[in-house]
């Protein structure tokens, strides 16, 4: 399809900095293609290949108003989480407790242009032992909180106008085998090789980071899960992209490995290693375990990834249809994850049962139990 391919090229073009492809722009519907780009959180980058067309081929003045704008507020936002930052990483700092920034902030350095990715939240890792006392510390700066602020990964509050979560967990899985694993891993990592933390500035301030063998593994293991719950967009495979390009020459081959292994992800990592290399750009070279073999699968993600938008946000019907009442609104959601699944039952069929039968499973205790 010609959209989808200039929309591929544009992302690209933003990603790596090469030249767009001329021949993907006469007649192009833009409207459709900004459109996708929004609906992947991509814009930011996209307008960067938008930038690199011959005048004749880029939309029309008022797209161009429209994007420009979009990349004014997204300055914003970096500016405002930034800010954000400043404040709540010393405030934790004075009360010896040592944030690890995940994701988001900490992955936009990686990109070309910093401000111009999309970012969301702030997360900040601060183990089981501080993660009390640093939600007090947050509550007594002025956060502020609405009704379910907690679950058994993090604490969430809107500190001026931003999502701040403190983690107990980096991450979990319902699968209690593989969750031991996973917090096994985590512990290593980010407790026991604390001290190893790299070190960044960020907006003026100084922020650790987890590990880079670390943060290979848990930047692929966060979308994968939402892949496999509600789908993803090409925001998340492009932090991804743009953390193993910057880090290829540290990143430890043997250890993430030996880290995939261990944590049962080496079939989801050559599978979506295909759409980083052959849809994102990601030099061959420069991904750890490519195999050709796994294309055919990975074009069947991209179709969904097309699909579904950022984190599966464009995939199903808008919260605003789901039925009023708690046992109607489980039952919705329900026949809509059942449809997803059906979906990603062919790219793995093993995989995607395991993690259907213990997201039933959890589901079916969670409405069990509610009163």
């Not at 936002?77 to 400043?86: D, K, Y």
């Not at 980083?276 to 993600?301: C, N, T």
């Amino acid at each position: 399809m010609k959209g989808q391919d200039a929309f591929l090229d544009l992302l690209r073009a933003g990603l790596w900095g090469t030249t767009p492809n001329p021949s993907l722009y006469e007649g192009i519907a833009w409207n459709l293609l900004v459109s996708q780009a929004r609906k992947q959180t991509v814009l930011g980058v996209v307008s960067d290949g938008i930038g690199a067309l011959p005048d004749a081929l880029r939309p029309s003045a008022s797209l161009l108003w429209h994007i420009q704008h979009h990349l004014v507020q997204l300055r914003r936002s970096h500016t405002r989480l930034n800010h954000v930052l400043q404040e709540i990483v010393p405030r934790l700092e004075a009360a010896h407790i040592q944030p690890i920034l995940l994701k988001g902030q900490g992955i936009a350095p990686c990109y070309r242009y910093p401000e111009q990715r999309q970012c969301g939240d702030i997360d900040l890792y601060v183990g089981q032992t501080d993660y009390a006392q640093a939600c007090h510390i947050l509550q007594q700066a002025g956060a502020e909180t609405e009704d379910a602020h907690e679950s058994c990964q993090h604490y969430h509050a809107t500190y001026q106008g931003v999502v701040v979560e403190l983690h107990r967990l980096a991450a979990y899985s319902l699968e209690p085998g593989l969750d031991r694993h996973i917090q096994a891993w985590t512990h290593r990592y980010l407790v026991e090789q604390k001290a190893a933390c790299p070190v960044r500035e960020i907006g003026g301030t100084a922020v650790h980071l987890p590990p880079i063998s670390f943060d290979a593994v848990y930047l692929f293991y966060h979308f994968l899960k939402h892949f496999l719950a509600k789908g993803i967009g090409f925001r998340q495979v492009s932090d991804w992209a743009r953390y193993l390009h910057v880090h290829t020459a540290e990143l430890d081959k043997e250890q993430l490995a030996q880290d995939l292994r261990y944590l049962r992800l080496e079939h989801w990592w050559k599978l979506f290693g295909c759409v980083a290399v052959d849809y994102v750009g990601l030099p061959q070279e420069e991904f750890p375990f490519y195999e050709a073999r796994y294309r055919k699968k990975a074009a069947r993600i991209v179709d969904l990834m097309l699909r579904c938008g950022n984190f599966g946000q464009h995939y199903f019907s808008p919260a605003s249809v789901r039925p009023q009442g708690y046992y109607a609104g489980k039952w919705y959601s329900f026949q809509h994850r059942m449809v997803w699944y059906m979906q990603t039952f062919p790219i793995a069929p093993r995989e995607v049962s395991r993690f259907m039968y213990y997201s039933i499973r959890h589901g079916l205790k969670v409405a069990l139990l509610h009163e």
